[in-house]
T-cell receptor
Framework: NAGVTQTPKFQVLKTGQSMTLQCAQD?????MSWYRQDPGMGLRLIHY???????DQGEVPNGYNVSRSTTEDFPLRLLSAAPSQTSVYFC????????????FGSGTRLTVV | KQEVTQIPAALSVPEGENLVLNCSFT??????LQWFRQDPGKGLTSLLL?????REQTSGRLNASLDKSSGRSTLYIAASQPGDSATYLC??????????FGTGTQLKVEL
């Protein structure tokens, strides 16, 4: 089982560039989420999805777009990168309910210069 | 809005010591609580999950407890080892199946 796969692992962008962070899971999980991790701020929820075709905003959604066309994939798009988006991004998935924990990808370290 | 607090923010102990990490949350309407470990520059590894109906879970030298009514959880690490050095994160799953994290406890176990 691959679990949650994130690509790329590292990325450097120039201010104003756009890019898509990829996330895929092979566990048939309904719930998927994107988090960013910044020093002193912990992990904060950007966007989440409760199933294919359904997405919603988290705590820090500005500057990011998501879509969920399939159960497996949940890409995160940066439309016009800003230095404030320099962070480590984690994708996670969950089957839902009380007994299912979250599984995380290995992260994408993004630097915007 | 759910808020999760972890105390202490950092902890340094000698090898072999037993230790307790604390986590508190403001909204007791949770599905479950997870403890994660994160090594520097790495991803999150799930250590233990406690369902909302459970009081504790054990895995090897780790024991996590949950008191949902008071909004508290503890992670007990027995006989600490240098390899336990990492950041420990507490997270609760609440409404909408959303996960809310604490800011973590950075643990250093010294020889």
């Amino acid at each position: 089982n691959a679990g949650v796969t994130q690509t790329p692992k590292f990325q450097v962008l120039k201010t104003g560039q756009s890019m898509t962070l990829q996330c895929a899971q092979d566990m048939n999980h309904e719930y998927m989420s994107w988090y960013r991790q910044d020093p002193g701020m912990g992990l904060r929820l950007i966007h989440y999805s409760v199933g294919a075709g359904i997405t919603d905003q988290g705590e820090v959604p500005n500057g990011y777009n998501v879509s969920r066309s399939t159960t497996e994939d949940f890409p995160l798009r940066l439309l016009s990168a800003a230095p404030s988006q320099t962070s480590v991004y984690f994708c996670a998935s969950n089957a839902g309910g009380t007994i299912a924990g979250y599984t995380f990808g290995s992260g994408t370290r993004l630097t915007v210069v | 809005k759910q808020e999760v607090t972890q105390i202490p923010a950092a902890l340094s102990v000698p090898e072999g010591e037993n230790l307790v990490l604390n986590c508190s949350f403001t909204d007791s309407a949770i599905y479950n609580l997870q403890w994660f470990r994160q090594d520097p520059g790495k991803g999150l590894t799930s250590l233990l999950l406690i369902q909302s109906s459970q009081r504790e879970q054990t895995s090897g030298r780790l024991n996590a407890s949950l008191d949902k009514s008071s909004g508290r959880s503890t992670l007990y690490i027995a006989a600490s080892q240098p390899g336990d050095s990492a950041t420990y994160l507490c997270a609760v799953t609440g409404g909408g199946n959303k996960l809310t994290f604490g800011t973590g406890t950075q643990l250093k176990v010294e020889l």
